[in-house]
């Protein structure tokens, strides 16, 4: 088989990628155990409701999100997952299967675990500053309208790239050419749009809407704490 030229192909990996791929892949194989195991706990939590809980965590929306979540991660920790592949080899190899399967997992892993994030974002707002909630069934349409519009958004660029150079090593990992920058920039923006900021350690960077979020939970906290202590006392009584 034929493989692209380099540096669309590694063959051999450069020795101080090596290392790097270590890493990468060891990170991956925790992330991948760790998102599969809180996958299962909740989904056996979900199938065996009346053995922990009276009420069905099935309407639980905030627990719905985070198991979305959490099977958009599992995308992302398989595809860097597929590194193991590249160090036993010593090669990453386009066009091949695992570099196209890894391409498009870190693709439509990065689109669907910035969208749900947004989307965790957005319900706390939803609750906690509007006090308001959606309907279930509205909720659930939500669900599969950012399924569908992630897998929409990553099958894009197959179909209009097919039988070309889309796939290939960018470095430690497969995605797509730098030829298509246009497709390469808008996931890299949407994704980080999606998530607010580059920062997600500090608050400030992290886009208007987790900002305003938390602006109003420390003034809660902090008119709680001023008020409490007054609402509790008790006047004694006039002899």
């Known amino acids: 088989m034929a493989y692209y030229p380099f540096p669309q192909t590694l063959d051999p990996l450069p020795a101080h990628l090596r290392p790097g791929l270590v890493v990468i892949s060891v990170a991956a194989l925790f992330s991948l155990v760790g998102t599969v195991a809180a996958t299962g706990f909740i989904c056996y939590r979900l199938f065996n409701r009346k053995r922990y809980q009276a009420a069905p965590l099935r309407y639980n929306q905030s627990l719905i999100l985070i198991l979305n979540l959490l099977v958009a991660d599992m995308q992302q920790a398989l595809s860097f997952a597929f590194s193991l592949h590249w160090l036993r080899s010593d090669a990453i190899l386009a066009p091949t299967t695992i570099c196209n399967a890894q391409g498009w997992l870190v693709q439509v892993g990065d689109v669907s675990s910035g969208l749900f994030t947004l989307a965790i974002a957005l319900q706390i707002f939803y609750i906690i500053v509007l006090q308001r909630k959606l309907e279930y069934k509205t909720f659930l349409w939500c669900i599969g309208g950012i399924w569908a519009f992630c897998l929409l958004i990553s099958i894009v660029s197959p179909v209009l790239h097919s039988g070309e150079q889309l796939f290939v090593s960018a470095g430690a990992w497969c995605w797509i050419s730098d030829?298509?920058?246009?497709?390469?920039?808008?996931?890299?923006?949407?994704?980080?749009?999606?998530?607010?900021?580059?920062?997600?350690?500090?608050?400030?960077?992290?886009?208007?809407?987790?900002?305003?979020?938390?602006?109003?939970?420390r003034a809660d906290a902090a008119l709680l704490q001023f008020v409490s202590p007054v609402s509790r006392r008790v006047e004694p009584s006039p002899r």
């Open 179 to 217: 030829k298509y920058h246009g497709e390469v920039s808008f996931v890299l923006s949407f994704r980080r749009a999606a998530c607010g900021g580059a920062d997600p350690s500090d608050p400030a960077s992290s886009g208007p809407l987790p900002l305003d979020l938390l602006v109003r939970v």
